[in-house]
């Protein structure tokens, strides 16, 4: 397989695209938002943390490396794929299937709406106090209006701004994953070696 870090980002990109249109076809439905979440969080990083480490250990087996360079060894198919990856689904999302988009705002919604359902119903059995039943009323009502008909038709998670606040939190799992990579990866630097500089 290929050693060169910006290939394995390009084929990183072909992977996540794969999974993209598989769960795309597969479970555009009821439970589309909620797969959607599961592959982002559980399937993604580990293709993602294989990757990175591939592409360190590759080089690794054959040339001691520094820190900076295990770190960007780690780092530079992530980015590749995860920036391709994103800018590639944002498009999809936004120019060519745009029912998709809607499908996975309204589920979006409804999975909020079913979260704060389900804490209400929580609470309401522990509380006895009137006056905290009370409070948990009202503060009820206040969450119900932020699903309101209305307020709900112009909400669009989708948006340029929205993708590009999941990539920086998405940077942020590269850059740990890197570091863990560059401290575990670089060179050790022997007593012995110190001492002969």
């Known amino acids: ?30 439970e589309y938002f909620d797969t959607s979440l599961k592959v982002n ?3 993604l990083p580990i293709f993602y943390a294989l990757a990175a480490f591939w592409s360190v250990k590759s080089r690794w087996n054959t040339h001691r490396l520094g820190f900076r360079e295990a770190f960007k060894r780690a780092f530079v198919p992530m980015f590749v794929g995860g920036i391709l990856s994103i800018v590639s689904i ?11 988009k809607d499908l996975l705002n309204y589920q979006y919604v409804q999975r909020q709406k079913s979260e704060l359902d389900k804490e ?4 309401k059995k522990i509380l006895k106090h009137q006056k905290d039943i009370d409070e948990l009323e009202q503060k009820y ?13 112009g909400k669009d998670m989708l948006t340029a701004s929205h993708f590009s606040g999941y990539f920086a939190a998405i ?25 002969e500089e």
Request: hydrophobic share 55%; net charge positive; aromatic share 20%.
């Open 1 to 30: 397989m290929t050693k060169s870090p910006v290939i394995l980002g390009i084929l990183l990109y072909a992977a996540t695209m794969v999974i993209f249109f598989v769960v795309y076809f597969l479970f555009s439905g009821v």
């Open 41 to 43: 969080a559980f399937v």
């Open 90 to 100: 944002f498009s999809f999302l936004n120019f060519i299937d745009r029912d998709a």
């Open 120 to 123: 209400y119903l929580s609470a």
């Open 141 to 153: 009502k206040e969450g119900l209006q932020r699903f309101d008909p209305k307020t709900v038709k």
């Open 171 to 195: 940077l942020i799992f590269y850059v740990v994953l890197s570091v863990f990579f560059g401290a575990f990866f670089r060179k050790k630097t022997m007593p012995e070696e110190i001492i």
